[in-house]
């Protein structure tokens, strides 16, 4: 990776919740690193992905979804999202293009925030716009494609589906084609800055996002407590605690005779399994603490806030 004409840098994810960033960025770097689910603002910290070739290394930061906030911990998501952006040599907006088709009104508002943010950045842009798989007339999208034109003159529009890996080789070539001459800052093999707990905390929380309902799976967070190597059985011991916060959504957490919490250990160790490389035994538990998202010093101790 000494060649002269190599590029590296990094790339800023962004956008309103649930546009599909998490489902990009894994499929970009072809491997998961970063939690899906179907509700908006699933991803709560900076997640980053590398995607390294022999001509460039692309080191991707996928963010919390724009949105308008209350409370500590949406407010330190957002702090986040501006992090990565003053970082950045490469801004990525993704968006939901069956959404913004169907409600032309939403995108002012939902782009605002950025909007301003970027409004005399002279960095290099992408403009992903997301879910094409949604719709099969795709003349409905140039009246978005035109708006998203005059708002962002200078930057590159690019319709795909993540889900469906539309086009994605010639998304990674242009996104390289952005980055400054630079060499790799990784090694060629890693994937993720995200140590192997906070992977592993993250699959839990995925489970958890799949199988409640409503708002109990933004009051939970996941703390993997102890991580033990047994040499003898050959498996990796896990004990993760759950924290709820309110004691009727420990109940729905554990569910009918253990039957909801059993369900996600069972999904969550499969895809652990994977992670490490071997066998797996989690012990997951619940515990209530109320009010949790308002205690900073609880934030800052769950890597939720910067120090």
Known sequence: MSDQNYRCGWVALMGPPNAGK???LNALLGQK???????PQTTRNQIV???????????????????????????TMLQAVWQSLAQAEVIMPVLDAHLYIRHPEFLERDLEPLSRALSNDDRPMVVVVNKVDLFSDKSRMLPLLTRLSEMWPKAEIFP?????????????????????????QFPEDQISTAPMRFMTAEIVREKL??????EVPYSVAVDVESWQEDEERGQT??????????????????????ASIKQIGI???KEIQDLV???????????????WTEDAAFLREMGLMAE
């Open 22 to 24: 998490s489902t990009l």
């Open 33 to 39: 690193v970063t939690i899906v689910t179907p509700k």
């Open 49 to 75: 992905g590398i995607l390294t070739d022999e001509n460039a290394q692309v080191i991707f930061m996928d963010t919390p979804g724009l949105a308008q906030v209350r409370g500590r911990l949406s407010k």
């Open 160 to 184: 795909t589906s993540a889900l469906n890996r539309d086009g994605l080789p010639d998304l990674a070539k242009l996104i390289r084609s952005k980055l400054p001459v630079a060499q790799a």
């Open 209 to 214: 996002f799949l199988h409640l309902r409503q």
């Open 237 to 258: 011991v896990i004990h993760a605690v759950i924290y709820v916060g309110r004691p009727m959504h420990k109940a729905m957490v554990i569910g009918r005779a253990g």
């Open 267 to 269: 999904e969550a160790r």
């Open 277 to 291: 490389g071997g066998k797996v035994h989690l012990e997951l538990w619940v515990k209530v603490r109320e009010h």
